[in-house]
T-cell receptor, first 118, second 112 residues
């Protein structure tokens, strides 16, 4: 299957700083990428849909000024958590949409990034 | 508003036996369903899917059943193996939308 990478895999930062997480599709081009957040023992919650060359679409309740998304190329989307606070600590996962033969578009997930804000 | 629910947060099954994971949904517009397997600190990996025009799809040890009238799907794993121990999420698509709605997950533990 298609490979999606995330960097960094783990980050610890101080409250008030900004953190950037990268999501790359390694062997395919993705016009659409998604950013999810997972709280401990909870479901994956879609935060936003990132489309290459246009503004991201945020889900209800997600602060777009706090979670900045940039999809500058067909293989890279970035999520920047601005002025991070301890409540932003979570597991962030991206996925990239790829067209698979005979089926609708399929999402391939990255390995996730564990963010801890002190 | 949890549109996809997995009411069993955990399940323990003996190796070799059948594991049955259940999922219920409320949105009748969902027309394509998927099961994902997830290990801690990793992203989900796709297992198996089913279109709403079918009621069963099988792939090796994994079979997914869909009951549209009951808005219920289930994943059967037989025989269960220790390596199947993970959290399983069901997810659903609506029409041409590419957005996935995930269930709450079920942690499967396969014991020796």
């Amino acid at each position: 299957g298609a490979v999606v990478s995330q960097h960094p895999s783990r980050v610890i930062c101080k409250s008030g700083t900004s953190v950037k997480i990268e999501c790359r599709s390694l062997d395919f081009q993705a016009t659409t990428m998604f950013w999810y957040r997972q709280f401990p023992k909870k479901s994956l919650m879609l935060m936003a849909t990132s489309n290459e060359g246009s503004k991201a679409t945020y889900e209800q309740g997600v602060e777009k000024d706090k979670f900045l998304i940039n999809h500058a190329s067909l293989t890279l989307s970035t999520l920047t958590v601005t002025s991070a606070h301890p409540e932003d600590s979570s597991f962030y996962i991206c996925s990239a949409l790829a067209r698979t033969s005979g089926r609708r578009n399929e999402q391939f997930f990255g390995p996730g990034t564990r963010l801890t804000v002190l | 508003d949890q549109q996809v629910k997995q009411n069993s947060p955990s399940l323990s099954v003996q190796e070799g036996r059948i594991s049955i994971l259940n999922c219920d949904y409320t949105n009748s517009m969902f027309d394509y369903f998927l099961w994902y397997k997830k290990y801690p600190a990793e992203g989900p990996t796709f297992l198996i899917s089913i279109s709403s025009i079918k009621d069963k799809n099988e792939d090796g040890r994994f079979t997914v059943f869909l009951n549209k009238s009951a808005k219920h799907l289930s994943l059967h794993i037989v025989p269960s193996q220790p390596g199947d121990s993970a959290v399983y999420f069901c997810a659903a698509y609506t029409g041409t939308a590419s957005k996935l709605t995930f269930g709450t997950g079920t942690r499967l533990q396969v014991t020796l």
